[in-house]
Structures are given as structure tokens and as C-alpha cells.
């Protein structure tokens, strides 16, 4: 079945530093991927979408790239900061289901 | 943007009791909603799916029985679980989604956190 894997958490940075959280995907078809953020006692909010191969996703300094030959959607951001303390999660939608599958998340934490 | 709000944001309960959760959209109408469970350090899973004024479709493993799925409104849907057990403790979490435009994507509540002792 369809399937995303994310890396493991937590990741702890500096302010100011380069993030990269990796995002794999298994899936028939061609998915939608998307990057949700949650901030602490929130909901999730989508942070960015890509709909089809070599689309970028962007959104506050965030950025991933739909990837076909490596079935990848990684994030990055050059310069975080400490408001960027979240979970990130990594999901796809895949064969115009309306479902989302969601990866595990991963806990980012900045120092100031 | 679009707002959902859950109720409550925690809850205990007692072994054998049935517990609510409503997840309303506070600024849209949403014309499906949809349950997930989340345990820790794991992702979301889907429970169910349900379309305003019609029965929710469940994921395959979700006891329909047990977690009982109510979308009477564009912007109320609520879960009650019914009968609850240690192991239904978790993290429940709601989306919403509109009819089409800018609320087609999901729109997540903040969660309600049930512990049953």
C-alpha cells in the first residue's frame, strides 16, 4: 500500500542553520505530496504542496521538490528560525483519493 | 484562513464509559470531515471518513460499533467512543474540508487527548 517514510526525529539546530528533513513515498500512480506543520497545542497546517514531478512546493522560506526517480519530497529552509520549533509531517494523497497518509513526524527544535 | 476547533482538548474517563468529541469548522462549511488516531511517535492514522447529512465510510481495522461517527451539520461532526478501554487511549485528531475554492484541502483541528483509566 501506500506509504511514507520521514526521518527520525528529534532534530535540534542553531538559529540561523541549513534544515533538511528527508521525506521518501511509496504510492501507485502518481501522488500528490505535501509538507503539514504542527506548532505546539495547534492542528496541523499544510506548509506546502507539490501536485506533479519536478513541481516545488513553497512557503515561508520552505522549500521541497517533487522528485520522481528518487520518490522523494524532502524540506529545506537555509536559515531557520527559532519560531520554526514544530513537528513536520510528510504526507501524500495518491489516485485522486481524497485520503491522506502521513508520515511519522519529526520534532524540530531551534536554539536561539 | 479556515478555523476547526475541537472539544474537548482532553478528557478522562472511566473503563466502560462512552466519551464525545466535536470537531466543528468555525468559518466554512465543510461538507466532509474526516477522523484520525495518532499514538505516540507514530503518524496519523485515518479512521473514517464522513460526508455531511451521510454514513462515514471507515478504514478497514476501525470498529464502526465502537467509535460512532455523527456529521449532522456543514460544520459539526462528532465521535463518541463508545465503551472505552485503556487501549482506546490516544490522540484524536479532526479534519475539515470544504465544498471546493481555497477550503478543498484539509483544514486540521488541534486534537483532543482521551485517556481512559
Known amino acids: 500500500g501506500d506509504s511514507v517514510t520521514q526521518m527520525e526525529g528529534p532534530v535540534t539546530l542553531s538559529e540561523e542553520a541549513f534544515l533538511t528533513i528527508n521525506c521518501t513515498y511509496t504510492a501507485t500512480g502518481y501522488p500528490s505530496l505535501f509538507w503539514y506543520v504542527q506548532y505546539p497545542g495547534e492542528g496541523l497546517q499544510l506548509l506546502l504542496k507539490a501536485t506533479k514531478a519536478d513541481d516545488k512546493g513553497s512557503n515561508k522560506g520552505f522549500e521541497a521538490t517533487y522528485r520522481k526517480e528518487t520518490t522523494s519530497f524532502h524540506l529545506e529552509k537555509g536559515s531557520v528560525q527559532v519560531s520554526d520549533s514544530a513537528v513536520y509531517f510528510c504526507a501524500l494523497s495518491a489516485g485522486g483519493s481524497e485520503k491522506l497518509v502521513f508520515g511519522k513526524g519529526t520534532k524540530l527544535t531551534v536554539n536561539p | ?117
Not at chain 2, 495518532?38 to 471518513?49: D, I
Not at chain 2, 463518541?80 to 484541502?105: K, L, M, N, Q, W
Not at chain 2, 484539509?106 to 487527548?113: E, K, S
Request: aromatic residues 10%; proline residues 3%; glycine residues 8%.
Open chain 2, 1 to 117: 484562513g479556515a478555523v476547526v476547533s475541537q472539544h474537548p482538548s482532553r478528557v478522562i474517563c472511566k473503563s466502560g464509559t462512552s466519551v464525545k468529541i466535536e470537531c466543528r469548522s468555525l468559518d466554512f462549511q465543510a461538507t466532509t470531515m474526516f477522523w484520525y488516531r495518532q499514538f505516540p511517535k507514530q503518524s496519523l492514522m485515518l479512521m473514517a471518513t464522513s460526508n455531511e447529512g451521510s454514513k462515514a465510510t471507515y478504514e478497514q481495522g476501525v470498529e464502526k460499533d465502537k467509535f460512532l461517527i455523527n456529521h449532522a451539520s456543514l460544520t459539526l461532526s462528532t465521535l463518541t467512543v463508545t465503551s472505552a478501554h485503556p487501549e482506546d487511549s490516544s490522540f484524536y485528531i479532526c479534519s475539515a474540508r470544504g465544498a471546493g475554492g481555497e477550503t478543498y484541502e484539509q483544514y486540521f483541528g488541534p486534537g483532543t487527548r482521551l485517556t481512559v483509566t
